[in-house]
């Protein structure tokens, strides 16, 4: 591998394999399945594979929050997708997302299964699918549909960006963290800024916009994501912290989190997810062990 300060594009780039860093062994330039493999189906009509990460837990979380408000339909089965070890390559998650990304989730409950991919895709399907969480009034909706974008279109700069060169990369690069440090700080701010208008991002009540930011950005500032607030300063953004705080409160965000997560206290990860009795295994499971 090349010194930063030395390296000189190619001409034409060509694909090197032992290219380093924490994923270097699922990375590739090409799409398709690399196996054959089946996905298994359990018996809820709403079928999920993915890993606990932000994005998975976007849909986790807003499921649960379903199942809160007494939408018996969204029960689901969640299905451990281990993108470490390129599960999201086999044919039966590519015939779901052809792009090989979790999370993935195929809707059957109607005459012909449909399948959903890209978070903030599952996430209008499913809103709209139960009519919650998701304001119908025109301006409302606007602006919870701008901020559930507004995520999609920044996180890159803090995971792909940010995560990756502070946290991950095989090198440190000075000139690549700081600029993903300063655009990850502008849009703490950016949030901070609107959540000193309003309670939640979308106004006066919580929506899946919050769903979707939550996850990345209240990760962020709660420590969740890459040992990185006191380097961020986390703590300069109050806005961000209270709306954090609120959202981590609620039962069902702490359930969500839970789901198909594989990092952390082994207490707080439920790697599948069939029946909301599982959660309730789980905690005597820690009560047992405490």
């Known amino acids: 591998m090349s010194s930063t300060a030395d390296y000189t594009p190619p001409k034409v780039w060509a694909w090197n394999k032992a290219n380093g860093g924490r994923f270097a062994n699922i990375n590739r330039p090409i799409a398709g399945p690399t196996h054959d493999k089946e996905l298994p189906v359990g018996r809820h009509p709403l079928q999920l594979y993915s890993l606990g990460t932000p994005n998975g837990q976007k849909v986790t979380i807003l499921l649960e929050e379903l199942l809160a408000l007494g939408h018996k339909g969204a029960e689901y089965d969640a299905w451990l997708i281990r ?4 599960q999201q390559f086999g044919s039966g998650f590519v015939d779901i997302n052809p792009n090989s990304k979790i999370p993935a989730l195929l809707d059957r409950s109607g005459p012909k299964p449909i399948r959903v991919f890209e978070s903030a895709a599952i996430l209008m399907h499913l809103a709209e699918k139960f009519d919650a969480l998701l304001p119908k009034e025109a301006a409302a909706r606007a602006e ?54 309003s309670a939640y991002l979308g106004g006066d009540d919580y929506t899946i916009a919050d769903i979707a930011v939550w996850p990345w950005y209240g990760g962020l500032v709660k420590g969740f ?22 959202i981590f409160a609620r039962p069902a965000v702490k359930r969500g989190r839970m789901v198909n997560r594989v990092t952390g206290e082994a207490s707080e990860q439920l790697h599948e997810r069939h029946d909301a009795s599982d959660f309730e295994t789980k905690t005597q499971d820690k009560l047992g062990s405490s």
């Open 144 to 197: 919870c549909l701008s901020w559930l974008f507004w995520q999609m279109g920044s996180a890159p700069y803090l995971g792909g960006g940010f995560g990756h060169f502070y946290a991950y990369a095989p090198v440190k690069i000075e000139y690549a963290i700081d600029r993903f440090t300063m655009e990850t700080k502008r849009q703490l701010d950016v949030l901070d800024r609107r959540l000193a208008e």
């Open 83 to 86: 993108i470490g070890e390129g």
């Open 225 to 246: 994501l890459y040992g990185a607030a006191e380097f961020l300063a986390v703590h300069e953004y109050k806005n961000v912290q209270r709306w954090a705080d609120a």
